[in-house]
Each structure stands twice: as C-alpha cells, then as structure tokens.
C-alpha cells in the first residue's frame, strides 16, 4: 500500500477549510449592506462582527503555532477580539454595532485575505497531528458562529431573510406520545470516535446512572400550550427563584418570539407571522422555563448523562454509537441540520431513520434540548486552547443535541453545547424525563 504523500495528507483538511468558509459566504450572501452593521440586542453581534470574527481566530491560531505571525492590523484585532484576554482587551460585545470601521467592505477584504493566509500557512508547514487538530478547531468554531449568525438573523430580519437555499418540510409520521424506561448502572460518558472533538467531550469517564424514564420526543408546542393555559407563567410555585425572578423582569409569557393576536398564539420567526404549529418542538425557551414545565408536569430535566446514553448507547452490542442512528454522518433523511435547509423545527415524526436505539426521536437537529446538567469539565479534563471552553465552567448549562441552525460537521451525540440560564434567543427546547 502506498503512503499518502504531504500535499495528499493536506489535501482533506484545505477542503474542509474551503468548505467551512463557503458556508459562511452563503449565510450572508443575499443581505444588503445595511444589515450588516446592526446590532438589535446586547446579546447577538452584527453579521459584520461574525465575518471578521471567524476570521481572526485563524489569526489567533496560526499565531500559537508561529511565534513569528504577524497579525493583519491591531485595529481589526482590538474590534474582532471576542473574549480572549491573551490577545489584549476584548471591546465590549454590547457595542460591536455601534462601531462603523473597519467598513463592510474592509472586513470582506479582511476575510478573503485571511483565507489565502490560511491556505499558505497549510500549504508551507509540516504539521504535526496537534497542530492540525488546532486548525481543525478553527473550522469548527467557524461552525459555531455560523449557527450564531442564523439565530441573530433571525432577531435581525426574522422573514426578511432570504435564505440561498430553502428546501420542503419531510412529511411526519405518527409516533406515540410515550416515554421510555432506560435502565441504569454504570455508563462510559463522552466521545470515543477517532474523528474532531472537542476537548469539553474528553475524556471518557464513568458514571453511575440510577433507572430512568425519558420522553421519546421533544416537549411540543401544544404541550408548552398547556402550561401556559394552566397559568404556568402567572404562579411562583413551579420556578426557580432566580427564574422567577426573571419572568417578572423580563415580563416572560411564553417563549420568545411568541405573541398573542386575536386570542391566538403566534410566531415570528424565518417562515413569517404564522399561527403556533401544535406538532413542532416547542423553541426559545429558556432553562427556567423548561424547569418550570417539568415541574408543573410533575417530571425534570434529564441530566446529559442520562441524555447521552438515551441518544446513542446501544443496549443490544453494548456499544455506543456517535449518533443516535449509527456512526454514518448525518444526512436529510436523518436529521434537521442547517444543510437541511429548512430554517425551522420540523414537526415530531418526521425523522424515523433517525431514532435512537431506544427509540428517542430526533435528538440531534431541530433544537438543542436543556439538561439539567452543570458545565464544567469531566474528571481528568485537559484545556485544548486556554481561554476557549474551560473560561466558561460556572452559571451556564449544558444541552445536547444540536438545531435546525447547526452545521452537520460539528455535531455529535456527545457535543456539549452550554449557554445561560435566562438565555433563549438561540434555538432551545427540551425533552422530559423521571424516575421510574
């Protein structure tokens, strides 16, 4: 057998990188120039700031493994920094709207420079397996603002977007409103493929897992429906403190992007002003909120182990697998993943190939799904790039599962996904579970 010659052995990794970054060129393909400077919340960035962004943590990387990079202006720097102090004074993310220069069209400049950067910085070294699994983390953080972007633009522009592609709903089939009885003992958690992961998934540990019961499908609509009928928003006695709290702040009654005309629940969202569908995953709901749900449910939150085990351990030859169906990457037939295309939940039932091995429906894609779970790192986790994930283990939870908003290469049955708990901009629902 002949040995893959150097350029072969990179040859996989420049066409991931070319890859990754038509993605992003197509997320913001049709916006007119305006769009791209507004900032509508201290919480999201405008799609200019994403652009350059994904950019400069190229620059970033190509740095740790170059002592002699010279980055490509301290002013973009100073602007691109998101939160990485090591590279000096990040600005503050509530004012990248308000800054006009670099102009669009410099970070355009800007982005295609760093691509021809990139490629010869590929192109010219003799990389080690960590220094290409370094630059790979860069396609994948590229992967993660590109889901950002599409949470954003859907604040931005909702219907006025004009995605490049828009692709039909799969049909539904009818699937039972049960939950599943999974039994418990010791389970090895977290990733065990050979491929990219991050250093949050490492590494394998074991856990001990009390029986359990967990629902076959994400809370829907006309479930969240029944907790908001039955005045779930109106009394203290299901919430958290410090969600309770919030709801009277914020004034929640009912998830984001939900308003009520006419006596009717609407949504606002890429398909327009439309009536509440009862049959889709209920979305932009917030920790507390979900915790609240499974307490007027007389339910909980699944923790992640007992998520991960539901979404990919296989009881029958004791293994696990990386996605709910297998280890073959995720394709239309088997998932709601941004190359869907569909930029919406589907409804429940529309992915049967997907199931997992216990019989859970759609567990990866449509929207990441709340644990109860604390983030922070597994016993014997090692930091893969300082100042990245491990800056970020305290007040966050952990959600599994991935949206209709996350690129197929970055998700995995054992991707752990973490955001605030008040947080619900980003695509978010949640499955119950309980003891037997």
Known sequence: MTALSEQEQKEPLLEQFKQTRKRTLDIVKTLEKDDFVVQTAFYMSPPKWHVGHVSWIYEAIMSKLDKNYEFYSKEFSEYLNSYYQQFGVPQDKGSRGIISRPTVDQIFQYFNNINQRVENFIKSRDLTKDEIKLITMGFHHECQHQELMVY?????????????????????????????????????????????????????????????????????????????????????????????????????????????????????????????????????????????????????????????KAAIWDESSQQKTIFPWGNEQPNEQNANLLESNLWGCTEIGSYPEGVSHYGCHQ??????????????????????????????????????????????????????????????????????????
């Not at 979305?283 to 609240?292: L, P």
């Open 152 to 308: 954003d633009l859907q604040h931005l522009l909702a219907d006025q977007y004009i995605p490049v592609k828009k692709n039909n709903r799969p049909v539904p089939k009818p699937i039972e409103k049960k939950s599943v009885d999974i039994s418990g003992g010791i389970y090895v958690m977290g990733y065990n493929g050979n491929s990219y992961c991050y250093d949050i998934e490492l590494p394998e540990h074991k856990v001990f897992l009390e029986n359990y019961k967990i629902d076959v499908f994400p809370i829907t609509n006309e479930q969240y429906l029944e907790f908001i009928k039955d005045g779930g928003y109106d009394s203290y006695k299901f919430w958290l403190s410090d969600g309770w709290e919030k709801v009277k702040k914020n004034k929640w009654n009912a998830p984001m992007y939900w308003e009520k005309i006419d006596g009717k629940w609407m949504v606002r969202d890429f398909l327009g002003l439309r009536e509440i569908n009862p049959n889709e995953p209920v979305c932009h709901v917030s920790f507390y909120e979900a915790d609240a749900y499974c307490k007027w449910a007389g339910k909980r939150l699944p923790t992640e182990a007992e998520w991960e």
């Open 363 to 436: 567990m990866i894609g449509d929207v990441w799904e709340w644990t109860s779970s604390e983030f922070t790192g597994y016993p014997g986790f090692k930091s893969g790039f300082d100042e990245y994930n491990d800056k970020w283990f305290t007040n966050q939870k952990v959600l599994r599962g991935g949206s209709f908003g996350t690129p197929k290469m970055s998700i995995r049955g054992s991707y752990r996904n973490f955001f605030r708990l008040d947080e619900r901009w980003l695509f978010c629902g949640f499955r119950c579970a309980e003891n037997p």
